[in-house]
């Protein structure tokens, strides 16, 4: 172990009331336990919280510090994070981001536009042809939603992508785009493509409110493979990116020595469900 520090995994996610930020955290937490180590977690969801919440990890000096890389560029003082972060290698610690971000650090990530790449071609493959694909202004929903429409518009003729970017995949960011369609501009698309399984289930449920049938007349996907996805009716056609298996490699990785030449790297695998039932010129 590193002189001077302390048998601790720090991890620090996005928002643990996340359902794939608290799972990366439970498999880090495993990862560590296993190795004699113990783990903390800190959910963050602002600059200030962050940065000090960041600073106050490093006193306590773990040989480990595991951050989700969407941390980084979801908050202001990202920048000061990434310094931070740094110091803290430059000292003799160790630092893994989960999820791509082309930062000097260790990381274990899932290829996500590929993974994107192949929901696009399953989802073609069963009939869709009109794709409206909702995703933000960050990285990794930048890089999922260029998976879907690209292979979208690869695939074949008679293809119509769009892509609506919101200021976030929140609930409230989702229904305040959805009231602003009228029932014919939905229906002018034949799938809904998310890029969080949290903005899925939130355009699953205003389509309901509106009285259309998520999946009868209106295809819903999302991404990411949270365990809501299995819960809501009916079930979400998702890409499993395995966060807690990210989770555990962060800590493999961070760890490894000596270091690892290469990211961790995971596929995620498209899990095709009752939000996107095969689909025929009949099913309009």
Same mark, same amino acid.
């Given at each position: 172990?590193?002189?001077?520090?302390?048998?601790?995994?720090? /991890?620090?996610? !996005?928002? %643990?009331?996340?359902?794939? *930020?608290?799972?990366?955290? =439970?498999? &880090?937490?495993? #990862?560590? $336990?296993?190795?004699?180590?113990?783990?903390?977690?800190?959910?963050?969801?602002?600059?200030?919280?962050?940065?000090?919440?960041?600073?106050?990890?490093?006193?306590?000096?773990?040989?480990?510090?595991?951050?989700?890389?969407?941390?980084?560029?979801?908050?202001?003082?990202?920048?000061?994070?990434?310094?931070?972060?740094?110091?803290?290698?430059?000292?003799?610690?160790?630092?893994?981001? /989960?999820?791509? !971000?082309? %930062?000097?650090?260790?990381? *274990?990530?899932?290829?996500? =536009?590929? &993974?994107?790449? #192949?929901? $696009?071609?399953?989802?073609?493959?069963?009939?869709?042809?009109?794709?409206?694909?909702?995703?933000?202004?960050?990285?990794?929903?930048?890089?999922?939603?260029?998976?879907?429409?690209?292979?979208?518009?690869?695939?074949?003729?008679?293809?119509?992508?769009?892509?609506?970017?919101?200021?976030?995949?929140?609930?409230?960011?989702?229904?305040?785009?959805?009231?602003?369609?009228?029932?014919?501009?939905?229906?002018?698309?034949?799938?809904?493509?998310?890029?969080?399984?949290?903005?899925?289930? &939130?355009?699953?449920?205003?389509?309901?409110?509106?009285?259309?049938?998520?999946?009868?007349?209106?295809?819903?996907?999302?991404?990411?493979?949270?365990?809501?996805?299995?819960?809501?009716?009916?079930?979400?056609?998702?890409?499993?990116?395995?966060?807690?298996?990210?989770?555990?490699?962060?800590?493999?990785?961070?760890?490894?020595?000596?270091?690892?030449?290469?990211?961790?790297?995971?596929?995620?695998?498209?899990?095709?469900?009752?939000?996107?039932?095969?689909?025929?010129?009949?099913?309009?």
């Amino acid at each position: 172990m590193a002189r001077g520090y302390t048998k601790t995994v720090a /991890v620090l996610v !996005s928002d %643990l009331r996340d359902a794939l *930020s608290s799972a990366v955290a =439970q498999g &880090a937490i495993a #990862a560590a $336990a296993e190795r004699g180590l113990v783990g903390t977690v800190t959910g963050m969801s602002s600059s200030a919280t962050a940065l000090n919440a960041l600073r106050s990890i490093r006193v306590q000096r773990p040989l480990l510090i595991v951050v989700e890389a969407r941390l980084i560029e979801a908050v202001a003082d990202g920048d000061e994070l990434v310094v931070e972060l740094a110091a803290h290698e430059a000292g003799g610690g160790h630092v893994t981001l /989960v999820g791509a !971000s082309g %930062l000097p650090f260790r990381t *274990s990530f899932v290829d996500e =536009q590929a &993974a994107a790449s #192949a929901l $696009a071609r399953d989802l073609f493959d069963i009939g869709y042809r009109s794709p409206l694909i909702v995703a933000t202004d960050g990285t990794v929903a930048q890089r999922r939603a260029r998976g879907v429409r690209e292979t979208f518009e690869q695939a074949g003729s008679g293809v119509r992508a769009r892509v609506e970017e919101l200021e976030s995949e929140s609930r409230d960011a989702v229904e305040a785009w959805l009231s602003t369609l009228s029932h014919e501009d939905l229906l002018e698309a034949d799938l809904i493509a998310c890029t969080s399984d949290s903005a899925a289930i &939130a355009v699953m449920g205003h389509l309901r409110r509106r009285g259309i049938t998520p999946g009868t007349e209106l295809g819903v996907s999302g991404f990411g493979g949270s365990p809501y996805a299995d819960d809501v009716r009916p079930r979400l056609t998702t890409v499993d990116i395995f966060a807690a298996e990210l989770g555990y490699r962060a800590v493999a990785t961070g760890l490894a020595v000596p270091p690892l030449q290469a990211p961790e790297t995971t596929v995620g695998e498209v899990r095709l469900a009752a939000s996107t039932p095969p689909r025929t010129r009949s099913s309009r």
